[in-house]
Nanobody, 124 residues
């Protein structure tokens, strides 16, 4: 069974940057696709970015394009989300997720494993 642990969240001023990490353990990961989602209080969980372990193919939400980057270190079984030019509307609990298929997906329902979340707060 796959376990995911996020880290790197915190408080940042608008226009600043944060780098989130997701460490995976408990299995083999070459067949997995990783994703980042976020959820603000009272809001539905929202897709942010996704990447496949094998090919590194990526896809981003429109709100993240040009500002965020997703990458992976296969040797460390770790996925990163680099967030630049942060806005107050980026404030949310950010979740790392994994699904058992080597293809990107923007749908939370297709992901099988979830981390505990890391809080990102952007002040104006």
């Amino acid at each position: 069974q796959v376990q995911l642990v996020e880290s790197g969240g915190g408080l940042v001023q608008a226009g600043g940057s944060l780098r989130l990490s997701c460490a995976a353990s408990g299995g083999t990961f070459s067949s997995l696709t990783m994703g980042w989602f976020r959820q603000a209080p009272g809001k539905e969980r929202e897709f942010v970015a996704t990447i496949t372990w094998i090919s590194g193919r990526t896809q981003f939400a429109d709100s993240a394009k040009g500002r965020f980057a997703i990458s992976r270190d296969n040797a460390k079984n770790t996925v990163y989300l680099q967030m630049n030019s942060l806005k107050p509307e980026d404030t949310a609990l950010y979740y790392c997720a994994a699904r058992r298929a080597p293809s990107v997906s923007v749908y939370a329902s297709t992901y099988n494993y979830w981390g505990q979340g890391t809080q990102v707060t952007v002040s104006s």
